[in-house]
């Protein structure tokens, strides 16, 4: 007997289904049973036909019942789930095997350092730049401003290659700021570095092929890669970039990040790079450029990209993370017709597009000016902190004691020590006092190099100082 809680939220209709479906799964209605005409249970049960009817619709649509013009409505014939359930009561049902990614994820996270166990009151992130409420207020702005948008197609499945107006933005900041140009079809917006390498994976080599990257270098890159299926060969790193020649002979592709190297900080000299190119060139090989943060230069200009200089087969990947905030992840790749025409195809079959909102809101922030005086602003920023480091560091005595690089460009420097030296225990020593530094050897594949990454963009000039001279005392005791 179905019965009808008044006090119910559900609808009518819906109690009673679920009445009956629960009776169908437990065997309490057997297959092959006839339920009663509607007319008979509506009256049974002390509601309208109309409502029965619905019930048993229901049950029709979702298999729990068949039906024939003599025959009425019966059960189906259906093994229930009561049998199932005796049969698996002590254990839960076994799920198909997933791939294990603990290697690939502790990896990632043992780099990127994710939250600690320990408070933290200064934190030498090299990770995030400098936000504060002038960006937010900007950010809103242009925001609004995309949300006032009158053009209803733009919420259409949109371009894969990206937003064509945020393209157009991009397309002039190249040509304006990094002496890159292009057309729009050369551009193509993504959702960040791993995304950028996932497509390059994707879209231009095959599984196994050799990909050559910097060793200590950017972990994301040949995590992403070794996740699909490529043979990561690592290359050693000195003060003078990549070490080329150390190139295995197999490489499809080698990621390189000359303006101002991920982990080293040192600027890939312009022998280095010619010798590069010319590799590249002759075996056939991809180059993907990282150009993450050379923006932020202290001594003289942004430096000439690889891609200018051999855009046949140098892609070039450019990121809003740095230049503005990580949360509205929104990088690009830039590269020659065919090569972005590929990863198109590629992104078309997996993740079709990017949302709309931030493409549009990043546009009308870069249109309007807000990004042009952002970068102005936090260049400053960026140098007097840049200062701070660097004097703190040579005035506590720690630049005699360890080696010093990276200090030209971007948002972080290397205190690098001997490869026998302690480095865990002086970072966890560090994070108990409230300090936090991130260890070199996690950005080292093969390397053994040790010593500590050092981000000062988020980190005021007292705090810079501070934590400078605390994290001294432990080196130095």
Known sequence: MLIVNRSDKRPIWQQLLDQAIHNITTGKWPPGELLLPTRELA????????????????????????????GGTRISDWTYLSSFRDANSEQEPASPELPDLKDALGQFQNWFRGKPEHPVHIDFTPHEPYLDEQFQKNWRHAFNKAAAANDVSVWSYGNTFGYLPLREQIQRYLSLERGIHV???????????????DLIAQALLHEGDVVSVEDPGFPAAWITMNNRRMNVVSVPVDEYGLQVDRIDPRTKLAFVTPSHQCAAGVIMTEPRRQQLLHMAASKQFWIVEDDYDSEFRYRGDPLPTLFSQQPHNTLYMMSFSKMVAPGIRMS???????????????????????????????????????????????????????????????????????????????????LEAEESFDEESVTNEALKQGIRVYPLSTYCLESNRK???????????????????KFAELLLQ
Do not use: C
Not at 183 to 197: E, L, N, Y
Not at 372 to 399: C, D, P, Q
């Open 43 to 70: 009256e049974q049960v002390g509601v309208s036909r109309s409502t029965i009817q619905i019930v048993y619709e229901e049950l029709f649509s979702r298999g729990y019942t068949v039906t024939s013009r003599r």
């Open 451 to 469: 010593g500590w990454v050092l981000g000062f963009a988020k980190v005021d000039e007292s705090q810079i100082e501070e934590g400078i001279y």
């Open 332 to 414: 690009a790749i830039v590269g020659p017709k065919a090569a972005i025409r590929q990863l198109g195809h590629i992104h078309e079959l997996t993740y079709r597009h990017l949302p709309i909102m931030e493409q549009i809101t990043l546009a009308h922030f870069i249109d309007r000016g807000h990004f042009m005086r952002h970068m102005r602003r936090v260049r400053n920023i960026y140098r007097r902190r840049h200062e701070a480091m660097s004097r703190a560091i040579i005035a506590t005595g720690l630049a005699d004691r360890f080696r010093l690089s990276g200090v030209e460009a971007g948002l972080h420097m290397l």
């Open 183 to 197: 057309h729009t079809d050369q551009i193509m917006i993504t959702s960040g570095a791993q995304h950028s390498m």
